[in-house]
Each structure stands twice: as C-alpha cells, then as structure tokens.
C-alpha cells in the first residue's frame, strides 16, 4: 500500500456533518447583512506581498511571522490572504468604488497565517467581514456593532460574548501617548519580557495587550492613551457609547484594546468569550480612516470588522446552540419489476414540483425492511412508497417516517404532491 497523503496541520477539512452546521450559521450572516444593505465582495486568494505589508503594517505579528509568502513563476512576490480589509480596499480602488461614494460591503472566505495550530486558531480559517467606505460618524460604528450583536442574537449566543470597546484617537494623539509610552518603558526596560522590549521600539502600543504579568502590572502606572486625547475624538467615542447603550447593547471600555493590525483609529472593538480560552475573541473591528490613502487611493473614511468562523462554530458547539440538520426530507423507496427507473422517475417529477424539499431515492434495491432502515438513519421525514400495487392502481404510498402511529397512505398520483406537503408543513 502506499503512504498516505495528508493534510497540512491547521487547515482542516469539513466534513458533511460540519458543512450541516457551517451552513445554517452561513445563512444567518447572510441574512444579516442583506438585512442591512450591504453587498458582497468577492477578492481573491491571493495577492501581492506588498499590498499586506504597507496595509497591516511591517512590524505586526501577521506580516513579520504568520504570512504564507511566495515567489511564483513569473518571479512575483505573492501571499495568500491572511485578512480580508487589505484586498477589500485594494480591489475599491482599483474599481473606483468608493470615490465620492459610500460602500457597505461584505466577504466571507478562508485566509491564510501560519500560526501555531490549536483550539481555535488553525493555518486556514475563515472570516466573514464587513467594509463600509465614505462614512465617518459614530452613527456607522453602532450600525456594525449593531450587525454583530444581531448576528449573535439570531444564533442565541449574544449573552456568552463581551463587546470590549476603546478610542485609538487620530494619528497625531497616537503619536504623542506614544512617545510617553516609550518614555515609560525604556524607565522600566530591565522589567520588560523580551517581546516586550523589541516591542518597545518597534510597535510600543503592542505592549499594552502583552500577555506578561510582569509587564502587566507595570502597566498599571503607565500614562493612560484617553490622557492624549481631543475633543473630536472623545465626542465621537461618547456619541459612539450612547448609541450603543440605546440600542441596547452593553459594553465594557478596555483601555489596553488596541488590536494588531497598524490601520486602526479611533474606534476599535472586540467580542470576547470566556468559553473558549485562550482564542475568546470572535470578532474585532475598528475604523481605519487612513488605509485607504496608505494603499493609493483618495483619503476616504472606513470602518469594520471581521468575524473568525471556526471560532464561532466552537462557540456554539461548547454551548450547545447547533446541531447536524438531517440532510434529506423525503425518501423513496420501492419494490418490484422495473421499479428502479419508476422511482427515479417520480423523484424527479417530485422535485420539480416541491423545490423546497430535498428529496432521496433509494438505490441499489434490496427488501423493504432495508430500505426503511436507510431511511431512518438518513433522518428522512417521509417515505414514499413504490409498490407493484401502487403502480398498478397508479398511486402512492405516503408513510410518516416521524410519527410511527400513523397508518401508511395510499393516494392517487395526482395527490402525491399536496399530500406531501401536509406532511412536511410543519416537520
Ligand atoms: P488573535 O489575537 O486571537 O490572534 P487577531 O487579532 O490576530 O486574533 P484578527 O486579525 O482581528 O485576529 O482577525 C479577526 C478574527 O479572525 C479573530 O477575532 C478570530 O476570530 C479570527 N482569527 C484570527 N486568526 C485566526 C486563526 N489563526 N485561526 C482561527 N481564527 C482566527
Ligand atoms: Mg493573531
């Protein structure tokens, strides 16, 4: 025998009883962001090198360790996706989308970092996200905090997650808490873990959610980022909070939220769990009001976030708010001369008449007793029953597959398919 190929650690593949459950929460976002009024994007996997290092920045943990780089044939330097807003931006601007135009768009796919694979961080994941462009005030904030807490809502989790919240203020607010941050920690640098330290001068604000608790504890008398703040930004933060708390969504300021990526300002969230350990954060977003500049493009005020999938499939499995959906309806079974093709054929026509229902035939013959089996096993609703009465009488035989009590029908033909539809009105 030969040896076995398998797969890449960390990218996981989904079998039919995942694909069960995916699906049904797929329709919940779906449906969400159509509630809304927001549109689809479609990017590709893969882009240019670049485009991720001037939009998530040189010295993030994602471009520095986690990117799947590669040089093609033609001699480019290529990357497979590991976030969705950099190639979001990109294909705006090089479509001319959102020139003197507002976008609510969405996207749902895999991306791509090469990270230590464990419980709910893998090498393949996927995320749905959500862009808007062209909008700047607080009111769009709310509007997708608001989209997420509904997303949460519709599949009964919205009070397993926490909505953590902060300001990063403008750039140049940043720039000035940023150089007392560092005045800070080169006092303490000896104290400082050496992530800590190389992030000192590289990516100081990092350090605010280092995992350290040394560090941690040194932070406490470290300056506060809401001491550098304006009063631009403090408005639109507050209006932000009021929004929140009129919508009826709770909220706890994190001071130390600052998220990973470089693009951030002023608003940034984050929903966590205490379910999942150490991977609790859902779902994080922001405002990233200078991105699209960064990539070429015309200043344009942006906002969104991305929803980790894999993380809220964990989520609901550990609470127990999914499960596998059988995936057939109807089952039709038969015994008899030439009963095969009969069968295939009234599927068919089934089908063509009740579009709703997925409807199995059953193949490969064999007694009635077998073929019941199968149908219960597969979860099936309803039997249709296929006999060499039936075909000579020209009707068919229903059977409740769901309530075991009830006599087996026999029904013309041309009342099979309001038959059914009694049936499985309200199964
Ligand atoms: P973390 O701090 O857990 O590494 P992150 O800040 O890197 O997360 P983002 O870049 O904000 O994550 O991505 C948004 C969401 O995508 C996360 O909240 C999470 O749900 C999901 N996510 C990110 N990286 C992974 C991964 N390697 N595996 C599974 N899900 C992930
Ligand atoms: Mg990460």
């Not at 779906?30 to 670049?50: D, F, L």
């Not at 862009?131 to 608001?146: H, K, N, S, T």
């Not at 926490?162 to 140049?172: F, H, K, R």
């Not at 640098?189 to 280092?210: A, Q």
């Amino acid at each position: 025998m030969s040896a076995v190929v398998q797969a890449i650690r960390g990218m996981n593949d989904l079998l039919p009883d995942d694909t069960s459950m995916w699906q049904q929460v797929e329709k919940v976002l779906r449906e969400t962001v159509q509630a809304y009024g927001y549109q689809e994007m479609r990017m590709p996997i893969v882009e240019k090198t670049n485009l991720f290092s001037r939009a998530i920045g040189e010295v993030t943990d994602v471009v520095e360790k986690e990117m799947y780089s590669f040089i093609d044939r033609s001699g480019d330097d290529l990357s497979l996706r590991p976030e969705g807003t950099a190639g979001c931006v990109r294909a705006c601007i090089e479509h001319n989308l959102i020139v003197n135009q507002e976008q609510r768009l969405w996207y749902m796919g895999p991306m791509f970092r090469h990270e230590r694979p464990q419980k709910g961080r893998y090498r393949q994941f996927h995320q749905m996200g959500v862009e808007v462009f062209g909008l700047e005030g607080p009111d769009v904030d709310a509007e997708i905090i608001a989209m997420s807490h509904s997303i949460f809502k519709k599949l009964g989790i919205a009070d397993d997650l926490q909505l953590q919240i902060n300001t990063l203020g403008n750039s140049q607010e940043r720039a000035l808490y940023r150089e007392k941050l560092v005045k800070y920690l080169e006092e303490h640098f000896e104290e400082l873990d050496e992530d800590s330290k190389r992030r000192t001068h590289t990516n100081p604000l990092r350090v605010l959610d280092s995992k350290d608790e040394n560090v941690q504890r040194l932070l406490v008398n470290a300056p506060k980022l809401s001491e550098c703040l304006g009063a631009e930004t403090t408005a639109h933060f507050s209006r932000l909070l009021q929004m929140l708390s009129a919508l009826g969504i709770k909220y706890v300021i994190n001071e130390k939220l600052v998220r990973g990526l470089d693009y951030y300002n002023l608003t940034v969230f984050e929903w966590v769990t205490t379910a999942l350990g150490a991977q609790g954060t859902v779902c994080g977003g922001g405002r990233y009001d200078t991105l699209v500049e960064l990539l070429g493009g015309k200043p344009t005020k942006a906002v969104g976030f991305g929803l980790g999938l894999e993380r809220l499939m964990l989520l609901l499995t550990t609470l127990n708010k999914i499960s596998i959906r059988p995936h057939v309806d109807v089952y039709v079974v038969g015994s008899g001369e030439n009963i095969d093709l009969k069968m295939l054929q009234l599927a068919d026509n089934l089908r063509e008449q009740l579009p709703q229902y997925r409807i199995m035939t059953h193949c490969g013959g064999g007694n009635f007793k077998k073929q019941f089996k199968k149908a219960d096993r597969l979860g099936a609703k309803v039997a249709v029953i296929l006999g060499e009465n039936e075909i000579a009488n020209h009707t068919v035989t229903l059977k409740d597959l769901l309530n075991q009590d009830a006599p087996q029908q026999e029904c013309p033909e041309t009342q099979v398919v309001a038959m059914l539809n009694m049936l499985l009105k309200d199964k």
